[in-house]
């Protein structure tokens, strides 16, 4: 190996984590955005509060004893989309927009003119990443600004500044060849020349370490690439001007792609062991020379780390590399910032979790047991050993009741008759033209419910009152869909402050926290609840709100209900149970809803389960029971009602094709899909499985402020019903309308519905 001085430089820390989040603990980056977007703050303001935001996250690290810092995890939207930029890697459609940060926002979201890059998940995440495009005409071309300036900012503040970047095989490994293109990993020879002279530039800054993101390593795609690893990180780490470099592999087991990076002259290599094998690194030779970053605290979810476990983990593997350093097994984007912020918490629930705050603090005590031993933090191990022992006896999470209830559900309980059997009784009922229209459930949250939200947390009205303004909401909803036509209409959600958390609040064994944020996309805040103990349903959820629109119109009012592994998917779930029981829990719940609502005359009823790939494992050794028990857990959710009773749901921003057979399987009568940003490409999916139930492909992306015009609405249904026949094609956007305005939805929904009347018009 060639010594540099910066690498001479760079002596192995001990305490770190391997990223941050960047929204702020109140969403202030949120809203610093959403008001440059307005035009209601200017670039300067803008500038300050993500300056303020980076300063504070870098400090709490320092403060909790973190010797290295990462740096350079901020983004004003999604980490992809900065490497896309860091690479010269933008579509040329976005040229034409002089200024860098509106140019960015543009990728993101698109322009009235110009249509964003797509969007799907970060691998079995809830968190949505922008996908590159790379054509034939992409030309790679190194712009470092974003990383320099950070990285300067954090080095003049006196941080340990450790600069994290995406790796060239993630990168090209998550980006959609376009236009022909061959796939994007060809180009791979292309980027290195970039990352070498990012490298020297950090070098001449001063830099010690910096952070590769190789999470491509831990997937079954990475089984092809683990000859490119070695050959990547032996020629970057072959640079004669450098930073120590840090290879980060997380959300699952690198198996043997730890062995091809140690081979390579790569100083560290961060793995994940929570999800990944502490005998897979054991098992790995070539670490005697490394810096090996133990991810023991995890850092995608939010239960308390187990200190004397994780100490016993860290204790098998000091022989196994040159220095170990503590670390979170991926980085705390994933949970929200601090306990402190939650004043609900019953003394046990408080015990048994740990948010970013909390984890940051975790990794310093284990550190400093490896460092100092046991003795130099036995109150912490003690208080920590006291909290998780009240865990297995409580109560709540064991409810003999629901668990005998289960035992007893049967495979006739998650079939229903033939599909066609149901067709013909639910056309019998409904009575729908051809290309019928309907939106997929929320409408815009107006101003005027989210005062009434913030009126009914504070006091100033009560319950009855907060009833009476959500019901005056429905009203204006459903009077909106009859004026514009649509055929299927939908209560607007007003009542709803998200999907999952709704109903959470609603079923016993969920908390729902009051500043649990973390960053779904872009500005896109969830607040994620938290699945702690079994779930029981106590009383209908739904079912008020649904027939008191149906009650003001004559067209079906779908009920909208969330599916079990979404909920399951989009919570932070118990560790102490396999997620299929879990699942099976929410499952229960949902069928008593849905039984309750038909009940009550309800005709349509939707189930979504746009989570469904987010949680497929990453493995293909683990993908088929997945599916096996997601899907029966859903057909449980839906198999309680009659055949004339129609079953919706929904899918929406994921890569379908490795779940297509399991979407069919859902059998849902009705399957609405996004379709907009991938050109209805799921269609051919779908035939090529013989998928026979009817399916609505998303027509608009509602994720983008532009409004489409009917032409273009009429022309994406034409490229559908070359695909699906008119008998099974059904029109809709491709997700709900939650975030948009008013207007736009009105003119999107207008033309959608006159698309819609052309083709039926020319159909008969």
Known sequence: MTDTTSRASAAPFTTTVLGTARIGPRRELKRAIEGYWAGRIDRSELERTSADLRRAQWTELVDAGHDSVPVNTFSFYDQLLDTAVLLGALPARFDEISDPLDRYFAAARGTADLAPLEMTKWFDTNYHYIVPEIGPDTSFTLRPEKVLSEVTEALEAGVPARPVVIGPLTFLALAKAVDGASHPLTRLNELLPLYLDLLGKLADLGVGWVQIDEPVLVTDAADSL??????????????????????????????????????????????????????????????????????????????????????????????????????????????????????????????????????????????????????????????????????????????????????????????????????????????????????????PQTSAIRLARAALRTGEIDQAEY??????????????????????????????????????????????????????????????????????????????????????????????????VTILAWSFVRNDQPLSASANQIALAIRDETVDLERAGVGIIQVDEPALRELLPLRDAEKAAYLDWAVRAFRISTSGVDDATQIHTHLCYSEFGEVIGAIADLDADVTSIEAARSHMEVLDDLNAIGFGNAVGPGVYDIHSPRVPGSTEITSSLQSALKAVGPQRLWVNPDCGLKTRGTPEVTESLTNMVAAARELRDALA
Not at 237 to 259: E, K, M, N, Q, W
Not at 341 to 353: H, P, V, Y
């Open 226 to 443: 683990a000859h490119h690893a070695e050959s990547v990180y032996t020629t970057l780490s072959g640079a004669s001007h450098r930073p120590a470099i840090a290879v980060a592999t997380y959300f699952g087991d690198a198996g043997d792609r730890l062995a091809a990076l140690a081979r390579t002259d790569v100083e560290a290599i961060a793995v994940d062991l929570v999800e990944g094998s502490v005998d897979t690194v054991a098992a790995v030779p070539g670490l005697g020379d490394k810096l090996l970053i133990a991810g023991v605290v995890d850092g995608r979810n939010i239960w308390r780390t187990d200190l004397a476990s994780a100490a016993a983990t860290l204790a098998t593997l000091l022989g196994s590399a040159r220095a170990l350093a503590v670390s979170t097994s991926s980085s705390t984007l994933h949970v929200p910032y601090t306990l402190a912020a939650e004043d609900e918490l019953d003394s046990n629930l408080r015990g048994w979790l740990a948010f970013a705050s909390e984890k940051f603090r975790e990794v310093a005590t284990l550190a400093r047991a490896l460092r100092d031993g046991r003795g130099a933090v036995a109150g912490e191990f003690e208080t920590n050993a006291l909290a998780l022992s009240t865990r297995s006896s409580d109560p709540r999470l064991h409810v003999t009741a629901l668990r005998d209830r289960l035992d007893a559900i049967g495979d006739a309980d998650a079939r229903r008759s033939p599909a066609d059997q149901r067709l013909i009784q639910q056309q019998e009922r409904l009575g729908l033209p051809a290309l019928p229209t309907t939106t997929i459930g929320s409408y």
């Open 467 to 564: 009833e009476r303004r959500m019901q005056g909401e429905i009203a204006d909803v459903i009077t909106l869909q009859e004026q514009i036509g649509l055929d299927v209409l939908v209560h607007g959600e007003p009542e709803r402050n998200d999907m999952v958390q709704y109903f959470a609040e609603q079923l016993e064994g969920f908390f729902a926290t009051a500043n649990g944020w973390v960053q779904s996309y872009g500005t896109r805040c969830v607040r994620p609840p938290i699945l702690f103990g079994d779930v029981v349903r106590t009383s209908p959820m739904t079912v008020d709100w649904i027939t008191y629109a149906q009650s003001l119109t004559s067209k079906p009012v779908k009920g909208m209900l969330t599916g079990p």
